[in-house]
């Protein structure tokens, strides 16, 4: 190509060139042909998907008088009203202890109280839930971790029977006696 031409006044754009700035827009070239024989492909198309069912016929209609339906019977006012169901109370699980835990981002309760709560739980040994994270511990353990020791203590209280009364003891903490994220 000239140094001062692009490709259009050149009379050249080879087909699979990207488009330059000043290339003709290329256009489409639609042409219809055979419209007869397209629109009879279509239709038989058509008529094959149609050979499985049935052409569309009326319903049966009964006659209006034909008594259908039994007559109404009035309802008594004076019923006595149905008493309202009843539930069982719903057994209280890790899950709800572990809401009531975290709930206003709460981490565990404070060292005092939480010792509280592990003296609470029954049949534990010396290792065994892992005893609650006092002293120099409570310092240098995250709050993350001190989190999944109190899931361990209520996941044990859990599987003892002893969920519900672990459950009320948090529920009465007041917030000042929790660790939260962030202190």
């Known amino acids: 190509m000239g140094p001062n031409k692009n490709r259009s006044e050149q009379g050249q754009q080879p087909p699979n060139e990207p488009y330059v700035r000043g290339d003709p827009i290329p256009t489409p070239d639609a042409e219809e042909r055979n419209t007869d024989s397209v629109w009879d492909l279509w239709h038989r198309t058509h008529r094959a ?3 499985g069912y049935a052409q569309t016929a009326p319903g049966a209609v009964a ?3 034909a008594g259908a339906f039994a007559p109404t019977q ?3 006012i004076a019923r006595a009203p149905l008493p309202p169901p009843t539930r069982a109370p719903k057994a209280l699980t890790l899950q709800d202890a572990m ?8 981490v565990c309760p404070k060292p005092p109280r939480w010792q509280e709560l592990y003296e609470m739980l029954p049949n534990r040994t010396a290792t065994r839930p892992t005893p609650p994270l006092l002293g120099v511990s409570w ?7 001190k989190r999944m020791c ?3 203590h209520l996941a044990w209280a859990e599987a003892k029977g002893a969920l519900p009364t672990v459950l009320a ?5 007041p917030e000042q006696e929790w660790l939260h994220m962030g202190d």
């Open 74 to 76: 009035p309802v008594g």
């Open 150 to 152: 109190l899931r361990e």
């Open 63 to 65: 006659p209006a008088d």
């Open 49 to 51: 998907h149609e050979v």
């Open 139 to 145: 310092n240098a353990t995250p709050s993350l971790s």
């Open 169 to 173: 003891f948090l529920k009465q903490l």
């Open 99 to 106: 809401v009531e835990a975290r709930r206003n981002n709460r």
